[in-house]
């Protein structure tokens, strides 16, 4: 029987090479903070790196396309961190990226966590999470379709359209009732949007099905743009508004590991 090996400790030409890599981590965070090419001293400065160091590490980056530098000298990220951004995203599926979240939402809540996109004049659920305790039905199953003006998804979506467009919606489909609780008015749906754009969530009460009741959040991509939306949805006599923070917080979750960053407050 052979002695077990060992692993080695990293060689010291080894150590220099992490120690390499993290400086160049460094300059790239500091280069992703500002907006406009940043001279090699101000790098050096917000870096603790010595200045010869800090321009030998960026222009090697510079030849392979991670970093870019102006006439003027200053730097800024290259096309090659686009490009591989590019390939990341085009890798990342919505609904697993949003499925850990929906997990944990539905494990806080004991209620069905649902996944809506929008497809023309309605939302389809693309994923949801079951209660298993539900006393009644829930419509939001895998595939299903309700309108826009009677889901809270859908209201996150008339939001994001503006005036002119959420008009043209009404006129386009008549706003149809799905239970006797559903918007069929365009000044009330009006209003309602107006409440669902100064909060931030969105609420269905009794809209699409009697005796189920939803709350929204939306979901967006790194570019900002509403692609999805987070529902908790439940039988009207467990329904608890004070759920909206946390359906909020979870769709905010879901956008950031999809690369979205928030505006900054001012």
């Known amino acids: 029987m052979q002695p077990k090996k060992t692993e080695s400790a990293p060689s010291a030409e080894g150590k220099t090479s992490i120690q390499v890599i993290e400086r160049m981590m460094k300059l790239l965070d500091v280069l992703a903070a500002h907006a406009d090419p940043v001279q090699l001293k101000?790098?050096?400065l917000e870096t603790g790196l010595h200045?010869?160091?800090?321009?030998?590490?960026?222009?090697?980056?510079?030849?392979?396309?991670?970093?870019?530098?102006?006439?003027?000298?200053?730097?800024?990220?290259?096309?090659?961190l686009l490009e591989l951004g590019s390939l990341v995203k085009s890798r990342i599926s919505l609904r697993e990226t949003a499925m850990p979240y929906m997990l944990k939402l539905h494990a806080a809540t004991g209620e069905s966590v649902n996944l809506g996109v929008r497809a023309g004049d309605e939302i389809v659920y693309v994923e949801r999470t079951s209660s298993g305790r539900a006393s009644v039905r829930v419509v939001h199953i895998v595939g299903a379709r309700a309108p826009l003006h009677t889901?809270?998804?859908?209201?996150?979506?008339?939001v994001e359209d503006g005036l002119e467009r959420i008009r043209d919606y009404a006129r386009r489909t008549g706003l149809p009732a799905s239970t006797p609780a559903s918007i069929t008015a365009l000044p009330a749906l009006e209003k309602e949007l107006d409440r669902v754009r100064r909060h931030g969530v969105a609420f269905?009460?009794?809209?699409?099905e009697s005796g189920v009741r939803c709350i929204a959040a939306g979901i967006r991509d790194d570019s900002g743009e509403l692609i999805a939306g987070l529902s908790l949805s439940t039988p009207s006599e467990r329904f608890n508004p004070d759920w909206a923070p946390l359906v909020r917080e979870t769709a905010d979750e879901i956008s950031r590991a999809l690369g979205h960053l928030p505006p900054k407050a001012a």
């Open 151 to 158: 889901t809270a998804t859908g209201k996150l979506f008339l």
């Open 42 to 44: 101000q790098l050096a």
């Open 51 to 80: 200045p010869s160091t800090a321009h030998r590490i960026l222009g090697a980056m510079t030849q392979s396309g991670f970093v870019e530098r102006s006439d003027a000298g200053a730097y800024r990220l290259g096309i090659r």
């Open 204 to 208: 269905d009460l009794d809209e699409v």
